[in-house]
C-alpha cells in the first residue's frame, strides 16, 4: 500500500515537532519562555548506526534555561517518544538526542518524493525576499572564454537555487562600457573596418585586440559608414565605433551564454549609469551623511614614487565599515574612478533588492571591503550583501595547460569548449568543486565513463533507472501497486538518503554555495550504484525479478523515487538528466 503523503519534508516535518515539545516545555515552566531556537538543528547523525535523526536542543537550550543539558534532554525524549513516526529515542554523551524512526516513516517519505515529484525539496524559506544576483559582467571586448565560465555557472546555478528555495531572484549582467579598454575596444574595430575597406593593416598594433572575432564588426561598419571614417580623425568615429562594437560583443556574449543555458533578466550599462547622473546622486547622499569629505590620500607605503604629489580628491569613510584606508571615489582629473561607479551601480541595485549578491573573479578580492563598506553605507545596514569569489579554471589537455590569452587573441572560447564536450558536462563540472577552490577542467577527464567522474556517474545512475522501466515492459511483466512494506533495509536506506534533499537545498542556499548539490548528488548516485550492484552476487537482490512482480513493483518504485531527487538535483545545475549513455 502507498502511505498518505506528508506535506512537509521529513526534516521540516521533524523541527516542527521538536519545536511544538520545547513549546509545551516553556508551558509548563521547565523551559523560560522566548530562548532563542536559532542554533537548534535537527540533522543526520555523524554516525549511521546512532539513529536517523539527531538534535542538538538541550546541549543549546540548557545554559540559558539554566538547567543541566542531560535532565532537559531527558524531559524532550519523553515528549518525542509519543510520536508515531519515531520507534526510539535515546540521549547521547552529555545530551544529544538521536532518534530512531519507524519503516513506515521512511515509506511514508518515499510516497511524498513521488506525490511531490519536481517540487520535492522546494521550500518557502526564503519568504519571497528578493535577492539580485550578479554574475557574468565580463568586460563587452570579445568573445566569453574559459576564464569566465566557472562564475557563470556558479552565478546560474545559485540563482536557481535561491528561487527553488522560496527567493524572488534578480539575474542581472554589469556591462562595464564606460571605462579605457571599450576605447581600446573601438580602436581595434577602426583597423579592422579599414582593413574590411582593403587596406592592408599588417600586424594588428600593440595594445589594441588581435582576435578575429572582430572581423565581422569591421566588415558591418564598412558596410554603414563606407569609407567616411577611414581618414576621420579619432574624436569623430571613436563614439559611434564604440557604441556599436560593443553592441556586437554583447550581441556574441549573449550567444555563448546561450550554449550554457544562461539568460539574464537585466543587463545594465556602467555607460548609462554614468549618463543618468547616478554616481553623483550616491555621492551627494553620501556627503548628506557625513561619509563623503574632501581630503588628501596618505602617500604609498614605501618607497614614494617621484611623480606622486598629494591632491585632494573626495573620499568615502569606508574604514567606518571595517575597510583599511578611505577610498576616493574620483580621480585627479574629475572622473569617476572604478570604486566610486561600482559603488553607484551597487546602490542602483539595493533600490530593487533586499540582499546583493556579486560572484567575482578571485584576482577581485583587493575590493570586496571597500564594495562592502560601501554597500552597508547606502542601504543603512538593511541589505545583506555576498561576495563569492571565483578561483580560475586550469585547462588541460593530455595533461598539459592549455595556454590562453585573451589580448594574443588565440584563447580558448567558451563556445569552443561547449561545443567539444557539451552544455552539461561543462556545467556539471563547474560545480564540481567549492567556488573558492582551484579547478582543473581535463577535457579527457570530464567526459571519461568512470565512477571518478561525478559527471558520468550521476548520469549514469539516472540512466540506469530509466532503464529499469524499459525492461520490465520488455519482460510483459504485469505488476501490482507497489507495496513498500517489501522493502527492507538496504532499501530504506537509500531512502534515508535521498530524503536529505531538502535539508541539503535550503542548506546550500542558505550559504550560497551550488555546488553542495552535486556534492550530495554524487554521495546520492554512489549509494544507488552500491545497491544495484548487489545484484551481482545475489540475483534475488534484482530490482527486476521475474517471478516475483510484487518486489519487482516496489524497487521500481523506490528507483523511480531516487531518479525524481537526481533530477529535481540536476535542474537546480542546469543539467539534463540523460535516459540513455551514448
Given amino acids: 500500500m502507498l502511505f498518505e503523503e506528508t506535506p512537509l519534508s521529513l526534516y521540516i516535518r521533524f523541527t516542527a515537532h521538536l519545536n511544538a515539545v520545547l513549546d509545551a516545555l516553556e508551558a509548563d515552566g521547565t523551559l523560560p519562555a522566548g530562548l532563542n531556537r536559532k542554533p537548534v538543528t535537527v540533522e543526520p547523525p555523524r554516525d549511521p548506526s546512532h539513529g536517523d535523526l539527531a538534535t542538538n536542543a538541550a546541549m543549546v537550550l540548557a545554559k540559558p534555561a539554566g538547567t543541566n543539558p542531560r535532565a532537559l534532554a531527558e524531559k524532550i525524549v519523553a515528549g518525542l517518544q509519543k510520536l508515531e513516526e519515531v520507534e526510539s529515542a535515546a540521549i547521547a554523551g552529555p545530551g544529544f538526542i538521536n532518534l530512531t524512526l519507524t519503516d513506515a516513516t521512511w515509506r511514508a517519505e518515499l510516497a511524498a518524493i513521488h506525490a511531490e515529484a519536481a517540487d520535492y525539496g522546494r521550500s518557502d524559506a526564503g519568504a519571497g525576499v528578493t535577492v539580485n544576483v550578479e554574475y557574468v559582467s565580463a568586460n563587452p571586448t570579445g568573445p566569453m572564454h574559459m576564464g569566465h565560465c566557472r562564475g557563470a555557472v556558479v552565478g546560474d546555478a545559485l540563482a536557481t537555487l535561491l528561487e527553488y528555495a522560496g527567493h524572488k531572484v534578480i539575474r542581472e549582467y554589469y556591462i562595464n ?328 537545498v535550503e542548506g546550500a542556499a542558505f550559504a550560497r554555495e551550488p555546488h553542495r548539490i552535486a556534492f550530495y548528488l554524487n554521495d546520492l548516485a554512489s549509494a544507488f550504484h552500491s545497491w544495484w550492484n548487489l545484484g551481482n552476487d545475489n540475483p534475488r537482490a534484482r530490482v527486476i525479478l521475474a517471478d516475483d512482480p510484487g518486489i519487482t513493483s516496489a524497487r521500481l518504485f523506490l528507483s523511480r523515487g531516487i531518479g525524481q531527487i537526481i533530477r529535481n538535483g540536476l535542474a537546480l545545475m542546469g543539467v539534463a538528466a540523460l535516459t540513455e549513455m551514448q
Wanted: charged share 25%; hydrophobic share 40%.
Fill in 177 to 504: 562600457d564606460a571605462g579605457g579598454q571599450v576605447d581600446v575596444l573601438a580602436r581595434s574595430a577602426h583597423v579592422r573596418y579599414r582593413e574590411a575597406l582593403g587596406q592592408d593593416v599588417g600586424e594588428i598594433p600593440e595594445g589594441l585586440y588581435p582576435g578575429d572575432y572582430l572581423v565581422p564588426v569591421g566588415q558591418a561598419l564598412a558596410a554603414e559608414y563606407g569609407d567616411a571614417y577611414v581618414n576621420a580623425p579619432e574624436s569623430e568615429w571613436l563614439v559611434p565605433f564604440r557604441t556599436k562594437a560593443v553592441a556586437a560583443m554583447m550581441e556574441m556574449i549573449r550567444s555563448d551564454l546561450d550554449l550554457l543555458g544562461i539568460h539574464h533578466d537585466i543587463f545594465a550599462s556602467e555607460a548609462e549609469l554614468q549618463a543618468a547622473g547616478k554616481p553623483q546622486a550616491a555621492e551627494q547622499w553620501l556627503r548628506d551623511h557625513d561619509l563623503v569629505y574632501d581630503g588628501v590620500l596618505e602617500a604609498p607605503k614605501g618607497e614614494t614614487p617621484e611623480d606622486w604629489e598629494p591632491v585632494e580628491l573626495p573620499l568615502f569613510r569606508s574604514t567606518r565599515f571595517g575597510d583599511d584606508q578611505d577610498r576616493p571615489i574620483k580621480k585627479s582629473n574629475g572622473a569617476w574612478t572604478y570604486f566610486g561607479a561600482d559603488m553607484a551601480y551597487h546602490f542602483q541595485k539595493a533600490q530593487t533588492a533586499d540582499q546583493l549578491i556579486d560572484i567575482w573573479g578571485a584576482d577581485h578580492a583587493g575590493t570586496v571591503k571597500r564594495i562592502q563598506a560601501a554597500v552597508a553605507a547606502l542601504t543603512e545596514g538593511r541589505a545583506r550583501f555576498d561576495v563569492k569569489l571565483i578561483q580560475m579554471v586550469r585547462l588541460l589537455r593530455d595533461g598539459e595547460p592549455v595556454k590562453m590569452s585573451k589580448r594574443a587573441g588565440n584563447f580558448v572560447t567558451l563556445a569552443d569548449v561547449v561545443r567539444e564536450v557539451g552544455k552539461d558536462v561543462v556545467r556539471f563540472t563547474m560545480l564540481t568543486r567549492k567556488a573558492d577552490a582551484q579547478m582543473d577542467f581535463d577535457f579527457a577527464k570530464v567526459v571519461e565513463a568512470s565512477k571518478d567522474n561525478p559527471v558520468f556517474y550521476v548520469q549514469y545512475a539516472h540512466a540506469r533507472i530509466s532503464s529499469l522501466g524499459r525492461r520490465a515492459e520488455e519482460a510483459g511483466m504485469d505488476l501490482p501497486a507497489p507495496d513498500l512494506s517489501r522493502l527492507g533495509t538496504e532499501e530504506l536506506n537509500l531512502v534515508k538518503l535521498a530524503a536529505q534533499f531538502p535539508r541539503v
